[in-house]
T-cell receptor, first 113, second 114 residues
Framework: DQQVKQNSPSLSVQEGRISILNCDYT??????FLWYKKYPAEGPTFLIS?????DKNEDGRFTVFLNKSAKHLSLHIVPSQPGDSAVYFC????????????FGKGTKLSVKP | DAMVIQNPRYQVTQFGKPVTLSCSQT?????MYWYQQKSSQAPKLLFH???????NEADTPDNFQSRRPNTSFCFLDIRSPGLGDAAMYLC?????????????FGDGTRLSIL
């Protein structure tokens, strides 16, 4: 059974608008969450993370929100740009120095000019 | 630039014929990972090395083995590939004291089985 779920396989947004990508998890032991971005023919690259002691982390146009009670996190991109078009993976870790990650299936974001 | 390099980018092998995928890193990270990603699926951790210590995920098939001869290199050996092993294989690295979970990925090797 999937412990990290991204229920929307794809999302299409107009340039300049907000993109909201959602992620749900089932394991209450997860205490660190990450978003990775993947372009075609490239490996995933780290985008932003959040610890379970926080409910928000912001980095430029990217903000991640964490709702522990709902076991839900979301990535907001504002304003969206065509270069943001990629697959976004949500990942979670139950901590520990080796940082093993459980990934979701990804959401393909298309930002249209 | 420091990076994680996977060779080859595309690998074709025959059903049952052993194949080796390679990964090298210039980041000097002490942890290296191998993931399998099938089409439209989540990357799935196969195993990882913490320095020389090998850690196998419980559901990784015995058909998959790994070697890490030194800090920079890690190999994935598939002893008898089946059609179900066709996938993208991703190598990643991390440093223990860099913080939880942040991993640096290579661009992957896409394995096809004939």
């Amino acid at each position: 059974d999937q412990q990290v779920k991204q229920n929307s396989p794809s999302l299409s947004v107009q340039e300049g608008r907000i993109s909201i990508l959602n992620c749900d998890y089932t394991n209450s032991m997860f205490d660190y969450f990450l978003w990775y971005k993947k372009y075609p023919a490239e490996g995933p690259t780290f985008l932003i993370s959040i610890s379970s002691i926080k409910d928000k982390n912001e980095d430029g146009r990217f903000t991640v929100f964490l709702n522990k009670s709902a076991k839900h996190l979301s990535l907001h991109i504002v304003p969206s740009q065509p270069g943001d078009s990629a697959v976004y993976f949500c990942a979670a870790s139950d901590g520990g120095s080796q940082g093993n990650l459980i990934f979701g299936k990804g959401t393909k974001l298309s930002v249209k000019p | 630039d420091a990076m994680v390099i996977q060779n080859p980018r595309y690998q074709v092998t025959q059903f049952g014929k052993p194949v080796t995928l390679s990964c090298s890193q210039t980041l000097n990270h002490n942890v290296m990972y191998w993931y399998q990603q099938k089409s439209s699926q989540a990357p799935k951790l196969l195993f990882h090395y913490y320095d020389k210590d090998f850690n196998n995920e419980a559901d990784t098939p015995d058909n998959f083995q790994s070697r890490r001869p030194n800090t920079s290199f890690c190999f994935l050996d598939i002893r008898s590939p089946g059609l179900g092993d066709a996938a993208m294989y991703l190598c990643a690295t991390s440093r223990e004291n860099q913080g939880l979970g942040t991993q640096h990925f290579g661009d992957g090797t896409r394995l096809s089985i004939l």
